[in-house]
């Protein structure tokens, strides 16, 4: 009916809520991994100032200890790499998979769309198992004291199809209530290679 109202859940904090995000150090495709964190994070309010930390899963290096009690997260996620992330960092690699994939499916009599099947797929397919263990999920609740059940510290899990959820704010969702709209977006400059930049 016209001009009923709907029910909405809001959480109303005096700041955005604070995130640090693991990464799997020893992973080949970290640089993907960190792409992928910051473009989630930029979703977000308050996500640009989000902390990625690299860890093994068993344990966190001293200094990135440091910046985590200094930053003292509210809530710790996971970024899971997955086949999906290599789209533009190993195009051939890729495009590879997804002609097997779809030579497979097509062999087997499946009519469906094959680009969407094989996306599916690709953000499924994990490249490497982060697992952070029982030992460092008690430690990081037992030094930073972030949201947590039971004994895992750990709780949102992303990856490069899966952003974050409640209690994020999506900024997309909140740009169309602003009393001051936004007029332009900046991008920033691309970079080729990521590891070679030097700092003046």
């Not at 640090?20 to 964190?37: F, K, Q, R, T, Y």
């Not at 195009?91 to 996306?119: H, I, M, N, W």
């Not at 008690?138 to 209690?167: Q, T």
Request: with cysteine; aromatic share 10%; glycine share 6%.
């Amino acid at each position: 009916m016209k001009g009923e109202g709907d029910y909405r859940n809001i959480t109303a904090t005096v700041r955005p809520l604070r995130c640090a995000v693991l990464i799997n150090e020893n992973s080949m495709h970290w640089p993907d991994a960190v792409a992928g964190v910051i473009s989630h994070c930029s979703e977000v309010w308050g996500g640009r100032f989000f902390l990625l930390v690299p860890t093994d899963g068993r344990r966190i290096k001293n200094k990135f200890w440091e910046l985590l009690e200094a930053y003292s997260p509210d809530y710790i996620a996971e970024y899971r790499l997955t086949l999906a992330d290599l789209k533009d960092s190993e195009p051939e690699r890729y495009a590879e998979a997804q002609s097997r994939y779809c030579e497979d499916l097509t062999k087997v009599g499946y009519t469906g769309d094959l680009d969407s099947a094989f996306r599916t797929a690709a953000g499924d397919e994990l490249l490497d198992a982060l697992e952070i263990s029982d030992e460092l999920q008690a430690e990081l609740i037992s030094r930073l004291s972030p949201f947590h059940f039971n004994s895992h510290a750990v709780h949102e899990y992303l990856s490069h199809g899966n952003g974050f959820g409640f209690p994020f704010t999506k900024m997309d969702e909140i740009i169309p209530f602003a009393h001051k709209q936004i007029l332009r977006i900046a991008l920033p400059i691309a970079i080729a290679d990521p590891l070679r930049v030097r700092v003046s």
